[in-house]
């Protein structure tokens, strides 16, 4: 009874029986949305996907997912993480899937949707997005997020007019695809070509050139392959898979969102990868890739100098070259003849970037759980640093006084912003970058030590303490900061001290009082009862990997 409900409502689509009988169903989750500019292509690149499916014998569906929007969702698409994760996890457990495709790019799609399907642990192939293209004002290369930084600073110090200003807007995002800095979306995506995950070389296409296409459809056929085969994601995301991602992140000089992406999608799997794992592999590997913000390239010329399996070559012993990828062979062997074009953009070991520590983890009385610095993004004066405290108690006591010519502030002093963190604000924004006061970059100030309990964009730079746990909002000493206090930054000695006494600290917790939840119903209390601390991924207390869920029952 029930399989003549399928099959008549199959027909109803348009399908003959034999258009599936005997073939594995493919379900491929597709991130595209009126309102994702990251993700216009997907609605022919899905077409492409299903031509590889139907070639190589496999019955596609197409399930569409949420989007996540980095530049429209509010208010941060790290809010909503988790739920694109739920919803990728039950959509292939509720639906009749043998293997799927996953198709996202724009910053948390990568990390929502695979932390849903490790959970359901079916054959799985990840479709990146790929970059767009070098954006382009009056000569220059512009770089998403970085440039629009540093031109805003320009312009809040008078440097361009609003008509450079309007023209570099139309000017920095002019095709199809994924940020092409190396922000979040390029770091994840490479994080997922490096975990096995990807065919080799996926990540670093940008997405309008024709051989983007082609990898989609060899996605499709692939993926059909490795049903019969039975190569299932819990094959693949190994202990081994996560460090040669890290290396890679480092060696890209990713974005430090990849430190709780990684751990979240880690820990679904099983694994206990913690800030350790980045702080050891940290002081080890060489920032490889010249690419903004810590470059000069863009994701464009990384591809034509031979994209990641290129640079994952000259990591050379860096990787455990034994992980077994999706197209069923090693990592070596993927990665065995690709060739740099241009050493320049993708460096040698022997000449890198940055020699090693492109991150690096700090603990001290204000971060006794942690918290992560980009020392290369940073100005070099600032990697040891003593200065008073300039607080702001949540985001919109910044935006209200960060530019009052009053502010008593200096190049020395140091921004606190609390609140920011993944409960207090609530979603962890990516407000760690917080804005050099107006008055300070008219003198030529172009960094300042800035911390909080918030994430910053990956196409951000600056001397930023980021990822503060405990975060304020639930306790941690970052809440007991007062103006005047100093603290010191110590990258060397990775500390971060609040200087007061232990007993000025204990009086000043006694005498504090959480703030009230933001949220009383819907998503964001669900949310709140269940979000963990950014040491620990900000995944959802009940999410991490457990006893197996039961399939749900048919009658
Ligand atoms: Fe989508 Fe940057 S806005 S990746």
């Given at each position: ?13 348009g399908?003959?029986a ?10 491929i ?28 014998g496999g019955f ?7 989007s996540?929007?980095e ?6 698409t ?20 043998d ?5 996202g ?5 990568t ?7 490790a ?25 998403s ?25 139309n000017?920095i ?39 983007h ?12 392959e ?20 890290i ?7 990713g974005?430090?969102?990849a ?9 679904r799997v ?10 050891e ?7 490889l ?28 012993d ?5 992980a ?9 062997e ?30 001290g009385n ?13 100005e ?24 009052d010519?009053?502010?008593?502030v ?16 609530p979603g ?23 911390i909080?309990d ?22 941690g ?15 060397a ?24 939840p933001?949220?009383?119903r819907?998503?964001?209390a ?9 040491n ?11 006893p ?8």
């Amino acid at each position: 009874m029930r399989s003549f409900g399928h099959r008549s409502r199959t027909a109803q689509m348009g399908y003959d029986a034999a258009d599936y009988r005997g073939k594995p169903v493919i379900g491929i989750i597709n991130t595209w949305s009126d309102i994702n500019p990251c993700h216009t292509h997907f609605k022919q690149r899905v077409e492409e996907v299903k031509r590889g499916v139907w070639s190589a014998g496999g019955f596609p569906v197409e399930l569409p997912a949420m989007s996540l929007s980095e530049p429209f969702q509010k208010p941060t698409t790290m809010l909503y993480r988790n739920l694109l994760a739920m919803e990728a996890e039950e959509l292939l457990r509720s639906y009749p899937a043998d293997g799927a495709v996953l198709m996202g790019g724009c910053d948390k799609t990568t990390p929502g949707l695979l932390m849903g399907a490790a959970a359901m642990d079916l054959p799985t192939l990840f479709m990146p997005a790929g970059p767009m293209l070098r954006g382009n004002w009056g000569g220059t290369t512009l770089g998403s997020g970085s440039d629009t930084w540093k031109y805003w600073a320009d312009l809040r110090a008078g440097l361009i007019t609003q008509q450079d200003w309007q023209e570099i807007e139309n000017g920095i995002a002019r095709s199809p695809g994924h940020c092409m800095t190396m922000g979040t979306a390029s770091t994840m995506t490479s994080a997922a070509e490096a975990l096995g995950v990807t065919l080799p070389g996926a990540a670093s296409i940008p997405a309008p050139d024709s051989r983007h296409s082609v990898m989609a459809a060899h996605t499709g056929r692939r993926i059909v392959e490795m049903v019969w085969d039975d190569v299932k994601l819990s094959d693949i995301l190994t202990d081994a898979a996560f460090r040669n991602a890290i290396t890679t992140v480092l060696a890209i000089g990713g974005s430090t969102n990849a430190i709780i992406h990684l751990i979240a999608m880690a820990r679904r799997v099983g694994l206990r990868l913690g800030l350790d794992d980045f702080e050891e592999l940290a002081r080890r590997t060489p920032m490889l890739a010249n690419i903004r913000p810590s470059g000069k390239y863009l994701m464009e010329d990384f591809f034509y100098a031979g994209g990641l399996p290129a640079l994952l070559h000259n990591l050379g012993d860096l990787l455990d070259t034994t992980a077994v990828t999706a197209n069923g062979r090693r990592l070596g062997e993927n990665i065995e003849h690709a060739r740099v074009f241009d050493d320049d953009v993708i460096r040698t070991r022997e000449n890198p970037l940055v020699a090693s520590d492109t991150l690096a983890v700090l603990r001290g009385n204000l971060a006794p759980d942690g918290a992560v610095i980009k020392p290369p993004a940073a100005e070099p004066r600032l990697h040891r640093h003593s200065g008073r405290a300039v607080v702001f108690e949540n985001y919109d006591d910044m935006a209200a006084r960060i530019d009052d010519p009053d502010l008593p502030v200096d190049e020395n002093s140091v921004l606190v912003l609390k609140s920011a963190g993944p409960q207090g604000a609530p979603g962890m924004p990516e407000w760690g970058q917080l804005p050099i006061p107006k008055k300070l970059l008219e003198q030529g100030v172009r960094d300042m030590l800035r911390i909080s309990d918030a994430r910053m964009s990956g196409t951000s730079y600056g001397a930023c303490v980021l990822h503060v746990a405990p975060e304020s909002y639930v306790g941690g000493p970052l809440a007991f900061v007062q103006n005047g206090d100093v603290i010191e930054l110590d990258v060397a000695a990775r500390r971060l001290t609040l200087e007061i006494s232990d007993d000025e600290l204990a009086k000043r917790k006694a005498d504090w009082q959480q703030p009230p939840p933001k949220y009383a119903r819907g998503y964001g209390a669900l949310y709140l009862q269940h979000i963990m601390q950014a040491n620990d991924g900000c995944d959802f207390d009940f999410l991490e990997a457990g006893p197996p869920t039961p399939e749900p029952e048919i009658h």
